[in-house]
């Protein structure tokens, strides 16, 4: 494992192997997975130009190790970025009872979203060491960070009234059953169910226990989404939406100025918060984040085509597809909208471009998905098509996220590109057809 440290050598970055028995490989490896550290490709690229010569120190984490300001942090595509998140977020709040808009240093860039995720999970530990909660589904890497790394987590399954209810009640119940909450957790919406908290209601919540809100926006995007009125923090995976073309990782938190616990949040991430995105991977994050919006409309647009198209053959007996999964679709759809950026004449917030499949079987979902002629892969948010079998993927094959929640092996993930509506239904019939020869015969076999 290596990282980039922000005190570098006039030859280039200084790097760091981590050296560990062979016994524990398991957990470095499933820890570099979830926390997200080490050197991109374009890091790794640029220090095979340099020459290595035998300087080899070791280094003690301690106090007097805190890094100094990297000058690769003050290259302006760094501030471009932040100001170019911040228009964005003031957009959206510019008819809300926001007071305070977000400044540029508000926002804190990191070499992907796991990264984000993971600093804002140790800053927050550092600051109110408790137990975390979750409402809703947590994309799986997201959960296990937070049950790995700290006193544990306390899941409210798909964050429904109920679940809220039960949420309301141990929070209620005092400092022996509720001791310390670090923080409450969620996205909007949730991945891959596609579902929405009450936002509105969960921020009641944590007002009146005095708990910070971390919602992670990465399925919606802050393109769709306006988050401010509800999260103290607002986690977002750039490597998606805002990079939008699968070339580049990165992530990002904004600290809510209007924030109750905004002093000492800042005070703590600000303390430890290292830029570990490499400048070359920034220029190029700023490059493919010009057409954001042009992109994130084409692409709310083309999805809900193709999910209005689909929707009738969940409703059809010969069909394998039994239900979609998409947020314009679901019973939390008013707790999504609540949340919607406002129109503007530039740009009309939608669902966004993701949406799931289940299919009726495991077999029918595998056949579905050997015949779907787009990419593959756990990653969303592209200018291309990408399927994900999501639990074979994500390794929550025969396993659940805490509890029941209504997510089987036979889902299929799908996000939307830049392609033509047209096509990318073609294809998708396509893989259909496949999927209803294995079907028809079980369904005559059982007439």
Not at 132 to 142: A, Q
Not at 233 to 239: F, M, Q, T
Not at 259 to 269: A, D, F, I, N, T
């Amino acid at each position: 494992m290596a990282s980039l440290c922000r005190d570098h050598h006039p030859s280039g970055p200084v790097l760091y192997a981590v050296i560990y028995p062979s016994e524990l490989s398991q957990i470095f490896s499933e820890f570099w997975q979830r926390a997200g550290p080490g050197a991109s490709s374009r890091l790794a690229q640029q220090c095979l130009t340099y020459e290595l010569g035998p300087r080899i120190r070791a280094w003690t984490p301690g106090p007097e190790s805190a890094m100094q300001k990297s000058s690769e942090d003050l290259h302006p595509v760094y501030q471009q970025i932040r100001s170019r998140i911040c228009g964005y977020f003031q957009r959206c709040t510019d008819n809300s009872q926001i007071t305070r808009q977000v400044s540029p240093s508000d926002v804190f860039l990191y070499g992907s979203g796991m990264a984000a995720i993971y600093h804002v999970h140790q800053s927050l530990l550092n600051w109110r060491s408790g137990e975390s909660i979750s409402t809703g589904l947590l994309y799986e890497p997201t959960y296990r960070i937070l049950q790995t790394y700290g006193p544990g987590l306390r899941p409210y399954k798909l964050g429904t009234d109920g679940d809220l209810d039960d949420l309301a009640a141990h929070l209620k119940a005092g400092p022996e059953d509720c001791p310390t909450v670090q923080a409450i957790w969620c996205e909007c919406p949730s991945n891959p169910l596609l579902r929405t908290v009450d936002l509105q209601r969960l921020r009641r919540l944590a007002d009146q226990h005095e708990i910070p809100l971390v919602v992670d926006d990465s399925i919606a995007s802050f393109a769709n989404v306006n988050l401010l009125d509800v999260a103290d923090i607002v986690v977002s995976s750039l490597s998606k939406y805002f990079s939008g073309y699968a070339d580049v990782m990165a992530g990002s938190i904004v600290l809510n100025p209007n924030s109750k616990h905004y002093g000492p949040m800042r005070r703590q991430v600000a303390s430890t918060y290292e830029n570990g995105l490499f400048v070359e991977d920034a220029i190029q994050l700023e490059l493919n984040g010009r057409d954001f919006l042009a992109r994130i409309s084409r692409i709310n647009n083309t999805t809900q085509y193709l999910v209005t198209k689909l929707l009738p053959l969940v409703s059809n007996p010969s069909s394998p597809l039994t239900r979609i999964y998409h947020q314009s679709l679901c019973h939390s759809r008013a707790y999504y909208d609540r949340q919607m950026c406002s129109k503007s004449e530039e740009f009309e917030p939608g669902y966004g471009g993701v949406f799931t499949m289940e299919f009726i079987d495991i077999e029918s979902s595998s056949v579905f998905f050997d015949h779907l002629d787009v990419y593959k892969g756990l990653s969303f948010g592209a200018d291309v098509c990408i399927a994900s079998p999501y639990m074979q993927m994500t390794g929550q094959a025969g396993k659940r996220q805490g509890a029941t929640n209504d997510t089987n092996e036979t889902i299929i993930r799908f996000s939307v590109g830049l392609e033509e509506a047209a096509d990318v239904l073609q294809i998708i019939s396509t893989a259909l057809d496949a999927a209803d020869s294995v079907h028809m015969p079980k369904c005559q076999a059982s007439l």
